[in-house]
């Protein structure tokens, strides 16, 4: 199964054969579908496959595969050919806020030395971020904002490559947490996700290919839930 949005996060449309079908569920030979994982939503769109077009409302990973699926069942076979459209809005969305999410992680780590980003979700309006460190204030955060917006005005690229998982786990920045390594050590080959020169991760979502893209990132909510767990809102405009 190619991984269009891992290839090609810009890919909007695409052809496909279909793999396999299950009632209202279809498996594809490719897809540019974000399945839903790491905090970031699945993408939804249409199938259209035997003259016939589906709304495809959930996408979730199916062990190697992607499963698709739609409100009314699919008819088609194996071998048939379909295209694919995801709603790019949405996506274009998520990307942004994907990527402001990291870079907003990568000076939490380089700058602030203290904090850790623990989770996030992103929505298609906002994303939050948790944020376990002592000392982490409203003004801190608000700080880091400012500056990943001056980074955002320059301008940096947004790269993502697979390296063997030797070179993972060699690589500390990337190894870093006890959770990180086990799931580098379960792993063939490793996503890496970099804005360049300035933060490594392991990543399955989509990226913008570069910062600049992003807007302007602004602060919204702040919640202090004690020395482990603070939770920030961030939106983008
Ligand atoms: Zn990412």
Redesign the pocket.
Same mark, same amino acid.
């Given at each position: 199964m190619e991984k269009l949005y891992w290839k090609d996060a810009y890919a909007k449309e695409f052809d496909a054969l279909v793999t396999r079908v299950e009632g209202n569920a279809i498996y594809l030979d490719r897809t540019a579908f974000y399945p839903v994982g790491?905090g970031?939503p699945c993408d939804t769109g249409t199938i259209l496959v035997g003259g016939k077009e589906y709304r495809i409302t959930e996408v979730s990973k199916d062990g190697e595969d992607v499963k698709h699926m739609s409100d009314a069942a699919f008819e088609a076979k194996a071998g048939d050919k379909a295209h694919g459209k995801i709603d790019w809005e949405k996506r274009h969305a998520y990307m942004k806020l *994907?990527?402001a999410?990291?870079l907003l992680d990568a000076l939490m780590i380089n700058e602030q030395g203290t904090g850790m980003i623990t989770g996030g979700q992103i929505y298609q309006d906002r994303a939050r971020i948790d944020i376990d460190g002592d000392g982490i204030t409203r003004e801190k955060v608000q700080g880091m904002v400012d500056r990943a917006n001056e980074v955002i005005r320059k301008g940096r690229d947004v790269l993502s490559k697979q390296i063997t998982r030797e070179d993972a786990l060699a690589n500390p920045i990337l190894a870093r947490t006890q959770p990180g390594r086990k799931l580098i050590e379960s792993l063939l080959s490793v996503r890496v996700?970099e804005i360049a020169g300035l933060d490594e991760?392991i990543?399955?979502?989509? *990226?913008v290919s570069n910062v600049s893209e992003i807007g302007r990132i602004t602060l919204g909510s702040f919640k202090n839930n004690g020395r482990h767990h603070k939770r920030i809102e961030i939106k983008l405009s």
């Open positions: 790491g970031q *994907h990527t999410l990291h996700v991760q990543d399955g979502g989509t *990226h």
